[in-house]
């Protein structure tokens, strides 16, 4: 974990509640940092908060205090929700020096069977959310002292290769590389770094289905295999925990036999 002048650093989780966001809450939280959850679920951002009351005891930074969790329910495609957010957690500690821009959802459907609506749904999420916690992180990062911070954004394996029917969560994780790259520019003069991790196949609820076989390019349905969140989560925290004169620009993670390199 990173620390300057003493300062225990705070790290804001969007889609906290569940999946890959809760599993890198937890471990920020086992590192000793102070993590702010947000999503939708208010329930849901209560059980990452017990949660993660039981990680702090197995952490490596227990001389830090008690657990220090902030649930915040918020609609990341709200532009008043996302400020009111990063008002909340710099008038509670002062500072943010993590952004995982995590929250997203996808949208099965080919580009002539998509509706414009659900294409609109899944940008305001991925994209638009994306853009406005990044928006106000930058700002409190420039304006904090010390200056600076860090932002890590979920591309997915989806940001490079796409799956058949997948065109609007492919379009918005394509969009997410532009973002991370201009971020990284933007941010260099204010000593804010700005990363990507592109995971595929981490094991949560969400990839359940691919036990039961999924489509691929050429018509089959296969099974394809998945491996465990955690590791997804402690590339989370190696990235988060690097000085700000070092950046992990791109980072992949993914089951090692899953169907993306190459033709398989």
Request: aromatic share 4%; with cysteine.
């Given at each position: 974990?990173?620390?300057?002048?003493?300062?225990?650093?705070?790290?804001?989780?969007?889609?906290?509640?569940?999946?890959?966001?809760?599993?890198?809450?937890?471990?920020?939280?086992?590192a000793?940092y102070?993590?702010?959850?947000?999503?939708?679920?208010?329930?849901?951002?209560?059980?990452?908060?017990?949660?993660?009351?039981?990680?702090?005891?197995?952490?490596?930074?227990?001389?830090?205090?008690?657990?220090?969790?902030?649930?915040?329910?918020?609609?990341?495609?709200?532009?008043?929700?996302?400020e009111a957010?990063f008002?909340?957690?710099?008038?509670?500690?002062?500072?943010?020096?993590?952004l995982?821009?995590?929250?997203?959802m996808?949208?099965?459907g080919?580009?002539?069977e998509?509706?414009?609506?659900?294409?609109?749904?899944v940008?305001d999420?991925?994209?638009?959310?994306?853009?406005?916690?990044?928006?106000?992180?930058?700002?409190?990062?420039k304006?904090?002292q010390?200056?600076?911070?860090?932002?890590?954004?979920?591309?997915?394996?989806?940001?490079?290769?796409?799956?058949?029917r997948?065109?609007?969560?492919?379009a918005?994780?394509?969009?997410?590389?532009?973002?991370?790259?201009?971020?990284?520019?933007?941010?260099?003069p204010?000593?804010?770094?700005?990363g990507?991790?592109?995971?595929?196949?981490?094991?949560?609820?969400?990839?359940?289905?691919?036990?039961?076989?999924?489509?691929?390019?050429?018509?089959?349905?296969m099974?394809?295999?998945?491996?465990?969140?955690?590791?997804?989560?402690?590339?989370?925290?190696?990235?988060?925990?690097?000085?700000?004169?070092?950046?992990?620009?791109?980072?992949?993670?993914?089951?090692?036999?899953?169907?993306?390199?190459?033709?398989?």
């Amino acid at each position: 974990m990173a620390q300057s002048g003493g300062i225990i650093p705070v790290a804001v989780v969007t889609g906290a509640g569940s999946g890959i966001g809760r599993s890198v809450a937890l471990a920020l939280v086992r590192a000793g940092y102070r993590v702010a959850l947000a999503g939708r679920r208010p329930e849901a951002l209560t059980e990452t908060a017990r949660l993660a009351g039981i990680a702090r005891m197995t952490g490596t930074a227990q001389s830090a205090g008690p657990v220090q969790t902030l649930a915040v329910p918020t609609d990341v495609t709200s532009a008043a929700a996302v400020e009111a957010l990063f008002d909340t957690v710099v008038g509670r500690w002062g500072r943010v020096d993590v952004l995982f821009n995590n929250a997203g959802m996808g949208s099965a459907g080919a580009v002539e069977e998509i509706t414009p609506e659900q294409f609109q749904q899944v940008v305001d999420v991925n994209l638009t959310g994306s853009f406005l916690c990044a928006h106000h992180a930058v700002r409190a990062m420039k304006e904090q002292q010390p200056r600076g911070g860090r932002i890590i954004n979920n591309g997915s394996i989806s940001a490079h290769t796409p799956r058949p029917r997948s065109v609007a969560y492919t379009a918005t994780k394509h969009a997410i590389t532009g973002l991370t790259k201009s971020i990284s520019l933007d941010g260099r003069p204010y000593d804010i770094a700005c990363g990507q991790i592109d995971i595929g196949n981490a094991g949560t609820e969400m990839t359940d289905r691919m036990s039961r076989g999924v489509p691929q390019p050429d018509g089959r349905t296969m099974v394809e295999p998945t491996f465990d969140v955690e590791h997804v989560a402690e590339a989370v925290v190696y990235m988060a925990g690097l000085p700000l004169n070092t950046n992990v620009q791109f980072m992949t993670i993914m089951a090692t036999t899953m169907p993306y390199v190459g033709r398989g």
